[in-house]
């Protein structure tokens, strides 16, 4: 459901929820969102499926115009039971990109919460700069959120259609507390960038991976019997010289020619073959 929505030419009523997991550095796990302005409320409420839906019409069967007064108080965004307070919050480059180009993904809060200037730059003072932290990124439509956020409820509430991401705080990059610029800024990498990890690989070739890698005989291979064989697949009975070749044959001479074969190779990747 939720991804035909967000296949469609225009998502009105999104919603984007911020976790920021600092629980091993000691600050626990602070949820906010930017929602911030009266538009964005005027969207969340009308696209909510709400009984003020069309807000500043005078329609007495939808009721009395609503201001933006009406909308300047503080709103909390409550989802699956959890609150999120407002805070001004962006981010920025969080696409995941399949052609190995790395993204360079941030974050940027306003030093502000709760009327408290610079309670960003206090909690980075206390907490390591966040360096470490998780961020999770949730996206979920106003029509789905908790009921509790609406005095008349809310029927198409439902907490498993959402979408999320997950980011590791690397550094921070920027601190102001200036009127022209009260903000902190991060910068983002994957957990796997973060950790210096890389995803394990396999290269295409004809030649099993297990083989290669000396994991002949291993897991990965799961070849136990007593039969033995030279790289060139050849019978012996001396220990010493079982070895396999890594090609197709070198498989089916030890598993059976018709048997499961849990080849770690690609037969089709090259027109050369035993």
């Not at 933006?68 to 805070?87: A, C, F, H, M, N």
């Not at 009127?179 to 983002?188: P, R, T």
């Not at 994957?190 to 991976?209: E, F, G, N, V």
Request: charged share 20%; hydrophobic share 35%; aromatic share 8%.
């Amino acid at each position: 459901m939720l991804e035909s929505d967000l296949q469609k030419l225009s998502v009105t009523g999104l919603v984007t929820l911020y976790e920021l997991d600092a629980t091993k550095l000691g600050a626990g796990i602070m949820r906010w969102h930017g929602h911030v302005s009266f538009e964005d409320w005027r969207e969340i409420i009308a696209w909510a499926g709400r009984a003020d839906r069309n807000i500043g019409s005078t329609d007495e069967n939808v009721g009395a115009e609503l201001s933006v007064e009406d909308y300047s108080v503080k709103r909390d965004l409550i989802w699956q039971g959890q609150t999120y307070t407002p805070v001004s919050i962006q981010t920025d480059g969080l696409e995941m990109r399949g052609d190995g180009t790395p993204s360079a993904p941030s974050l940027v809060i306003g030093n502000s919460i709760d009327g408290v200037n610079g309670a960003v730059t206090a909690l980075c003072a206390f907490y390591s700069d966040f360096v470490g932290a998780q961020l999770r990124v949730i996206h979920v439509l106003a029509k789905h959120l908790d009921a509790a956020n609406f005095a008349a409820g809310n029927p198409t509430a439902d907490a498993q259609q959402y979408t999320d991401q997950y980011w590791t705080v690397n550094q921070k990059t920027h601190e102001s507390l200036s009127e022209q610029d009260s903000s902190v800024a991060f910068e983002l990498s994957t957990p796997l960038t973060a950790q210096r990890k890389m995803i394990p690989s396999r290269t295409i070739t004809k030649y099993c991976d297990w083989a290669v890698k000396g994991k002949y005989r291993g897991e990965s291979c799961g070849y136990t019997g007593t039969a033995m064989f030279k790289e060139d697949g050849t019978p012996t009975d001396d220990p010493a010289l079982d070895k396999c070749g890594g090609c197709l044959n070198d498989c089916k001479i030890r598993f059976g020619e018709h048997g499961p074969l849990p080849f770690g190779g690609f037969p089709a990747a090259s027109m050369l073959g035993r």
